[in-house]
T-cell receptor, first 110, second 117 residues
Framework: GEDVEQSLFLSVREGDSSVINCTYTDSSSTYLYWYKQEPGAGLQLLTYIFSNMDMKQDQRLTVLLNKKDKHLSLRIADTQTGDSAIYFCAEREGSGKSTFGDGTTLTVKP | SAVISQKPSRDICQRGTSLTIQCQVDSQVTMMFWYRQQPGQSLTLIATANQGSEATYESGFVIDKFPISRPNLTFSTLTVSNMSPEDSSIYLC??????????????FGEGSRLTVL
């Protein structure tokens, strides 16, 4: 089946930039997503990128897509303590199902 | 976006019992999914809930253990049958509604946290 991989942990200082990386295997993915999960809550969509794009910027968030290497990254500028959460990379298959990575736990230290 | 309500939000269950989780969406949706998130792990798709027909299960999940209903376009249930401690997990309902942009993102309920003793 399809596979999505992420590093498990990232720790940064408040005000620094955070970069969370993800690799995927399904070359036919049309959309790739970043979801955020805060403690005790469900997942919320942060942003997405269409597979024919290289970059998408949305306020403090920048998504970079390298389709050749099947590599996706999420950069959070000026990281705040409220950004502490688990971030999931996901790809959408043609069937409509999504495959999720294991999640990266971001810890922001004051 | 879609507003998804799940009940119960959490429960403590005895081994061997069954529990039904309900998922109610505030609008009609095309696809509904049930995921499991075990402690400290990612989301694993259990099945796609199909309106008016049997659910489509992923490898490793069977109807006898996880019967699913979807009587209409806004409601679904997942039953966890004959529970064991290994079923302790968060169960998440999610929906995909094809908007005009067809980006296919998933909307999630808050999850149902089950603990099996």
């Amino acid at each position: 089946g399809e596979d999505v991989e992420q590093s498990l942990f990232l720790s940064v200082r408040e005000g620094d930039s955070s970069v969370i990386n993800c690799t995927y295997t399904d070359s036919s993915s049309t959309y790739l997503y970043w979801y955020k999960q805060e403690p005790g809550a469900g997942l919320q969509l942060l942003t997405y990128i269409f597979s024919n794009m290289d970059m998408k910027q949305d306020q403090r968030l920048t998504v970079l897509l390298n389709k050749k290497d099947k590599h996706l990254s999420l950069r959070i500028a000026d990281t705040q303590t409220g950004d502490s959460a688990i971030y999931f990379c996901a790809e959408r298959e043609g069937s409509g199902k999504s495959t999720f990575g294991d999640g990266t736990t971001l810890t922001v230290k004051p | 976006s879609a507003v998804i309500s799940q009940k119960p939000s959490r429960d403590i269950c005895q081994r061997g019992t069954s529990l039904t989780i309900q998922c109610q969406v505030d609008s009609q949706v095309t696809m509904m999914f049930w995921y499991r998130q075990q402690p400290g792990q990612s989301l694993t798709l259990i099945a796609t809930a199909n309106q008016g027909s049997e659910a489509t299960y992923e490898s490793g999940f069977v109807i006898d253990k996880f019967p699913i209903s979807r009587p209409n376009l806004t409601f679904s249930t997942l039953t966890v049958s004959n529970m064991s401690p290994e079923d302790s997990s968060i169960y998440l309902c999610s929906v995909s509604r094809l908007t005009g942009s067809n980006t296919g993102e998933l909307f999630f309920g808050e999850g149902s946290r089950l603990t099996v003793l």
